[in-house]
């Protein structure tokens, strides 16, 4: 959850994300004019059930920072309920959440962002659908090879990724003087994980698709 300034002095909305890590896709997301452990509760379920969670043999972790919403008991019966196993960022250790804090930055330095603040709710809701949609289908991440995190939730990145390692290949060997070295890495991101002592706990898991995903 990330504070969105009102244009009142000292009012602030609420936007709530929840984040597929493996994609870097926002599978999740709601604004309020109250921090509520029952909004995060809400978005939970609802998210779940539109990425069907409960089908998956492997439930997800949900990770999030140590507030006080995210550890209520309304929110951890949820996750109860669905499968879902919580997780917390550790005291003083700043890469645990790192994935959030990065999309946050990134939302509130988009031009679009009102340096005045928000007029009311609807306007907060109106922006944010807004930069939702960009950044799932139109924003080209460098952290997933360039790809749309839709595109790389759906499954589409190895295709897309592969097309380009080809053209790339075809475009050295018809003009080789152009070229120093090898080409750019086109290969699909592997398993992704908050910090690197988690990695081996992410390969145990992880089974053929390379993919257990973690929301944040």
Do not use: C
């Not at 839709?150 to 499954?155: D, K, N, S, V, W």
Request: proline share 6%; no cysteine.
């Amino acid at each position: 959850m990330t504070y969105l300034p009102a244009a009142v002095l000292g009012r602030w909305f609420h936007l709530y994300l929840i984040l597929d890590l493996y994609s870097r896709k926002i599978v999740g997301w709601e604004v309020h004019a109250t921090d509520d452990s029952q909004h995060a509760a809400h978005l939970v379920r609802r998210t779940a059930l539109a990425e069907g969670i409960a089908a998956l043999d492997a439930k997800p972790v949900l990770h999030g920072d140590n507030g006080s919403t995210l550890k209520a008991t309304t929110v951890l019966a949820m996750l109860d309920w669905l499968g879902v196993k919580p997780s917390y960022s550790r005291p003083r250790v700043s890469d645990d959440n790192a994935y959030a804090e990065s999309l946050f930055r990134t939302a509130k330095y988009r031009p679009q962002f009102p340096a005045k603040g928000f007029a009311d709710l609807e306007a907060a809701r109106a922006w944010a659908a807004g930069f939702v949609h960009w950044y799932n289908h139109e924003h080209r991440h460098s952290g997933i090879r360039y790809v749309s995190p839709a595109q790389r939730h759906a499954g589409e990145d190895r295709a897309i990724l592969a097309a380009r390692h080809e053209l790339y290949a075809r475009a050295r060997q018809a003009h080789p003087a152009r070229w120093s070295g090898k080409t750019r890495n086109w290969s699909p991101i592997g398993p992704v994980t908050l910090n690197p002592e988690r990695d081996s706990i992410v390969q145990t898991h992880s089974g053929d698709s390379d993919r257990q995903p973690v929301a944040a």
